[in-house]
T-cell receptor, first 111, second 111 residues
């Protein structure tokens, strides 16, 4: 099973809302990632968790707050987003240093 | 530093045509190399990989050979189908470091 699941598939939120994106994998991978992808661009790395600890934060604004409750789950909490934050948010997982497996993404629209 | 340069798209081919998408990399050390495919409205899927020089990755009729002497990892398929229409990303990774993506190449196959 090489599946990474993400919920919700689509999300529309206002600039004053608080929402969360969820990601789950059951492959025993100890590294998990959040990426942001704008149209016609490659994914941009946001955060990396390794063994449930935040190891990389690519200078992401504080309105994005990641959380890794356990080795299978990864959340991205959203608050006071801007319209330019509208994008496809991808979660990925991997054994540390190995190939990454991506989820289907959450299409976020900020109004 | 690490970077990946990928053939500019878009590429339009007739069904059963031969496909080549060029990819070259620069890296410190010896990277692993990957091709990911993204179908419309979906996340990235790992298409194939190679972890050392002269390795050939293959999957679903696609192939790519890790060429250290030319620092290349070109994607090829002998006979494309309409269902191969997607965006293809070349990527490199060294050790536990991040994935470095190329800009992506959009392929459209027409019947």
């Amino acid at each position: 099973d090489t599946e990474v699941t993400q919920t919700p598939k689509h999300l529309v939120m206002g600039m004053t809302n608080k929402k969360s994106l969820k990601c789950e994998q059951h492959m025993g991978h100890r590294a998990m990632y959040w990426y942001k992808q704008k149209a016609k661009k490659p994914p941009e790395l946001m955060f990396v968790y390794s063994y449930e600890k935040l190891s990389i934060n690519e200078s992401v604004p504080s309105r994005f707050s990641p959380e890794c409750p356990n080795s299978s789950l990864l959340n991205l909490h959203l608050h006071a987003l801007q319209p330019e934050d509208s994008a496809l948010y991808l979660c990925a997982s991997s054994p540390p240093g190995r190939e990454q497996y991506f989820g289907p993404g959450t299409r976020l629209t900020v109004t | 530093g690490n970077s990946v340069t990928q053939m500019e798209g878009p590429v339009t081919l007739s069904e059963e045509a031969f496909l080549t998408i060029n990819c070259t990399y620069t890296a410190t050390g010896y990277p692993s190399l990957f091709w990911y495919v993204q179908y419309p409205g979906e996340g990235l899927q790992l298409l194939l990989k190679a972890t050392k020089a002269d390795d050939k990755g293959s999957n679903k009729g696609f192939e790519a050979t890790y060429r250290k002497e030319t620092t290349s990892f070109h994607l090829e398929k002998g006979s494309v189908q309409v269902s191969d229409s997607a965006v293809y990303f070349c990527a490199s990774q060294t050790g536990a470091n991040n994935l470095f993506f190329g800009t992506g190449t959009r392929l459209t196959v027409i019947p």
